[in-house]
């Protein structure tokens, strides 16, 4: 799953990930576990971008919104609960 994931992101979303954060970035997906106290699953994902300027401005935004359509182009319906970080390349 993560590495569907991952794949759904760093290939298919290939343009939106580079406008947001870089041409040559890349998301990798830490974890997908399911969180027995909140019933939802629980998204650990890093986004490695290249463009230091741009990405701390759309940083939690942008990444949440590639993770939740990869998530929706899967065929999950799940509410997620995102946990995000960003390094620098």
């Given at each position: 799953?993560?590495?569907?994931?991952?794949?759904?992101?760093?290939?298919?979303?290939?343009?939106?990930?580079?406008?947001?954060?870089?041409?040559?970035?890349?998301?990798v997906v830490e974890s997908v576990t399911y969180s027995t106290n909140t019933k939802k699953i629980v998204i650990h994902?890093?986004?490695?971008?290249?463009?230091?300027?741009?990405?701390?401005?759309?940083?939690?935004?942008?990444?949440?919104?590639?993770?939740?359509?990869?998530?929706?182009?899967?065929?999950?319906?799940?509410?997620?609960?995102?946990?995000?970080?960003?390094?620098?390349?």
């Open positions: 799953m993560k590495r569907m994931l991952e794949h759904l992101i760093n290939v298919i979303q290939r343009e939106d990930l580079e406008l947001m954060f870089g041409k040559g970035s890349k998301v994902s890093k986004v490695l971008a290249t463009d230091v300027d741009d990405s701390i401005d759309i940083f939690p935004t942008g990444l949440n919104m590639l993770v939740n359509e990869g998530w929706k182009y899967m065929g999950y319906n799940e509410e997620l609960t995102l946990i995000n970080s960003l390094d620098v390349l």
